[in-house]
C-alpha cells in the first residue's frame, strides 16, 4: 500500500521560495530498491544549483537533495544483504528531501556502528569528492601545498582535514574570524581572511614564493582566475563549484604560456556514475570517519524549512554541514 510521505520539492527552478512542502505517495520498495527511513539529510551547494535552474533537472516537479542517512525499513523483491533496521547512507540520487524514500541497492552503503549518522550524511558526498580529488584528479602527496578556498564551509573542513591526514599542508580561505578559527581546528595550516587580504601572495608565500601544488576552488567567478596566480609552475587548479559566480569560459592560453599550470573541472556526479568508483569513495570516507574525520553540523533544521538552509547557504551565513531533520522533533535549531 502506498504510504504519504512529507517531501520538499520545486515545481519551477528559482530562488530559494520555489521549495515547497508536499505529502507525495510513496509506493513500496520495487526489484533492486530498499525502503530507507531518513534520519538526516544533507544539504550540498548541488541541491540550490539544481533549484536555481544553473544545473537542468529531467523533469519537473521535482524533489531536491542528493544525499542522506537512515536505518532500513524495507526490501523490496530479491533484494539481499541488508536487512531492517541496519543503518545506511547513500550520495548521488536526487530526491533526497524525503522523511522515507526507496533506494537503489546499488546506491546504497552499509553504515559501521562506529560512525555517526549525522556525520555521513553531511559527510558522503564531500569525503567522495575529497577523494576524487586527492586520490584521482591529482594523488597528493606528504608535503604538498594545497590552497582550500570556502576552507570553513561543509566541503572546506572535509578537504582540509583529509589532505592534512595525507601528510600535506593547507592554506585556507574564509571570510571571518569565526571562519578562521574552525578552519584551524580543523588543519588549517595557514588562514586567509580573504577580504583583508590577497589570498594570491599568501598562498604564494606559502608555497615557497612560487605558488601551491594544489588549489581547489569552489567559488567560481573571478576567484578562479586569480587562483590560477596562486599555483606553481606545472602545478594543479581544480574548479568543483561556482558557489560566487559562474563559470567563464577558460582560454587555455590563460594557464598555459604565463602560468605553465594544469586544470581540471571534475564531476563528482559524473564520478559516482561508475559503481566501482562510487563505492570505493564511500569506503574511503568511511574509513576517514572512523579514523577521526570530522564533520562539524552548522544547521541543523526540519525538513520543512529547506528554503532557510538554502537561504543562509547562499548568503555565505554556513559553516560545517547543513542538515535538514525529517523528523522536526529531532532538530537543533528549530
Known sequence: MDELIEHVRIHRQGGADELEVERIALAPPGPGEVRVRQQAVGVNFVDVYHRNGLYPLAQLPATLGVEGAGVVEALGPGVSGFAPGQRVAYTGLIGGYAAVRNVPLE???????????????????????????????????????????????????????????????????????????????????????????????????????????????????????????????????????QAGGSIEPVDLMQIGRTRGIAFSRPSVMQFMTEPGLYHEGAQATLARLAAGLRVPVGLDLPLARAAEAHAAMEAGRTSGAVLLRPDTGRSKNA
Open 107 to 241: 546506491r546504497l552503503v552499509a553504515v559501521p556502528d562506529d560512525v555517526d549518522l549525522d556525520a555521513i550524511a553531511g559527510g558522503l558526498l564531500r569525503g567522495l569528492t575529497a577523494h576524487m580529488l586527492f586520490a584521482h584528479v591529482r594523488q597528493l602527496r606528504p608535503g604538498d601545498t594545497v590552497l582550500v578556498h570556502a576552507a570553513a564551509g561543509g566541503l572546506g573542513l572535509v578537504l582540509t582535514q583529509w589532505a592534512s591526514a595525507l601528510g600535506a599542508r593547507v592554506i585556507g580561505t574564509v571570510g571571518s574570524r569565526d571562519k578562521a578559527a574552525l578552519a584551524l581546528a580543523h588543519g588549517a595550516e595557514r588562514v586567509v581572511l580573504y577580504r583583508d587580504e590577497d589570498f594570491v601572495a599568501a598562498a604564494r608565500d606559502f608555497g615557497g614564493g612560487r605558488g601551491v601544488d594544489f588549489a581547489i576552488d569552489g567559488i567560481g567567478g573571478a576567484t578562479l582566475l586569480r587562483t590560477f596566480d596562486a599555483v606553481r609552475p606545472y602545478g594543479m587548479a581544480a574548479s568543483v563549484g
